[in-house]
């Protein structure tokens, strides 16, 4: 497992922008890692993820257009820049990384239980 830390929550206006970081605690470590978000009083979703090497990505459809996740140099930070935001995007927002194999470098991940490593959450809010 990895140690991760997510940080660029906040409040803001349906229509605006934030950026998420989330920072893993190796810089070696061969990490395909994610985005997932969970509601009040609903399922921890899958947002978007990211793989290893490559830049491979695929987004939920509810975000797709809006959210890019990306890898920073060093890869052990990702990002997820989020656009044009709406009331429901209203969530915890978690980072999730799981440890691949070289074959699996490209490789993305939609299942929690698919990955091992979970950070604390950071909170976004979208007001009307």
Known sequence: QVR????????VQAGGS??????AGRTDSSNAMGWFRQAPEKERE??????????????ADSVKGRFTISRG?????????MNSLKTEDTAVY?????????SNRRATYKARD?????????QVTVSS
């Open 4 to 11: 991760l830390v997510e940080s660029g929550g906040g409040l």
């Open 73 to 81: 140099n060093p890869g052990n930070t990702i990002y997820l820049q």
């Open 114 to 122: 698919e990955y091992n490593s979970w950070g604390q959450g950071t």
């Open 46 to 59: 899958f947002v978007a993820a990211i793989s290893w090497i490559g830049g491979t990505t695929v987004y």
């Open 94 to 102: 978690y980072c999730a990384a799981r440890m691949v194999s070289y």
């Open 18 to 23: 934030l950026k998420l970081s989330c920072k």
